[in-house]
C-alpha cells in the first residue's frame, strides 16, 4: 500500500553545519508535501510545504526538494542550531484522499555543539 | 492568538473503562483530527471529521469514537480501554479550503496509560 518512509532514523551533525533529511514516498499520485518538526514533548509543527508541480521551495534556512522522478524528498537545514534538534516527519496527501495526511516514522536530528 | 489544547495532558485509567479525551481548536478550522504516536509507528490517523456532524474513520479507527458537534471541539471516546490503547494522542486541525487546508496545526498532546 501508499506508504511514507525515511531512509535514516537518526543523524548527528555538528553546530553550523548543514543537515539533510531524505524521505521516499511510494504513491505517484500524492501532490502535495509537508515537512513537520517534533521537538519532545510536543506536538508537530509545520515547517514548510511543497507541490508536485515544484522541485524546490525555499524557506526560512530550510529548503525542500522534490524528486517525483525517484518519488525522493529531502530537507535542507542550513546552519543548524541546537533548536533544530527534533523528530521531522515527511508526510503525503493523497490525490483525491481529502485532507488526510500520511506521515512518515520519523527521523531524529541530534545537533552537537 | 488562535489556538488548539488537548485534556488532560496526563491519564491513567484501568483496562475496560470508558475515557474521553476532549480537543478545542479556535482556529475556527473545518477540518479536525485524531492521531496516536507510538515508537517505531509515526502518527497514524485514529478518526477524522471534516466539519460539525461529519465523522470518518482513519487507519486505527477500532475501539475508538468521535462526535463532532460544533465547530470547534472533537472529542475521543475510547470504549472500553485497552492497554494496546497506551499511547501518545494527538489532535490536530486545519482549514480544509485549497493548498492551505493540508498544513495541519497539532495539539500539545495527550500521555495516556492503560492499566
Known amino acids: 500500500g501508499e506508504s511514507v518512509g525515511l531512509h535514516l532514523p537518526t543523524l548527528s551533525v555538528q553546530e553550523g553545519d548543514n543537515s539533510i533529511i531524505n524521505c521516499a514516498y511510494s504513491?505517484?499520485?500524492?501532490?502535495?508535501f509537508i515537512w513537520y518538526k517534533q521537538e519532545s514533548g510536543k506536538g508537530p509543527q509545520f515547517i514548510i510545504d511543497i507541490r508536485s508541480n515544484m522541485d524546490k521551495r525555499q524557506g526560512q534556512r530550510v529548503t525542500v526538494l522534490l524528486n517525483k522522478t525517484v518519488k525522493h524528498l529531502s530537507l535542507q537545514i542550513a546552519a543548524t542550531q541546537p533548536g533544530d534538534s527534533a523528530v521531522y516527519f515527511c508526510?503525503?496527501?493523497?490525490?483525491?484522499?481529502?485532507?488526510?495526511?500520511?506521515f512518515g516514522a520519523g527521523t531524529r536530528l541530534f545537533v552537537k555543539a | 492568538d488562535a489556538e488548539i489544547t488537548q485534556s488532560p495532558r496526563h491519564k491513567i485509567t484501568e483496562t475496560g473503562r470508558q475515557v474521553t479525551l476532549a480537543c478545542h481548536q479556535t482556529w475556527n478550522h473545518n477540518n479536525m483530527f485524531w492521531y496516536r504516536q507510538d515508537l517505531g509507528h509515526g502518527l497514524r490517523l485514529i478518526h477524522y471529521s471534516y466539519g460539525v456532524h461529519d465523522t470518518n474513520k482513519g487507519e486505527v479507527s477500532d475501539g475508538y469514537s468521535v462526535s463532532r458537534s460544533n465547530t470547534e471541539d472533537l472529542p475521543l471516546t475510547l470504549e472500553s480501554a485497552a492497554s494496546s490503547q497506551t499511547s501518545v494522542y494527538f489532535c490536530?486541525?486545519?482549514?480544509?479550503?485549497?493548498?492551505?487546508?493540508?498544513?495541519?496545526?497539532f495539539g500539545p498532546g495527550t500521555r495516556l496509560t492503560v492499566t
Open positions: 504513491n505517484s499520485a500524492s501532490d502535495y
Open positions: 490536530a486541525s486545519s482549514a480544509g479550503w485549497g493548498s492551505e487546508g493540508y498544513e495541519q496545526y
Open positions: 508526510a503525503e496527501n493523497l490525490e483525491g484522499g481529502g485532507f488526510k495526511t500520511i
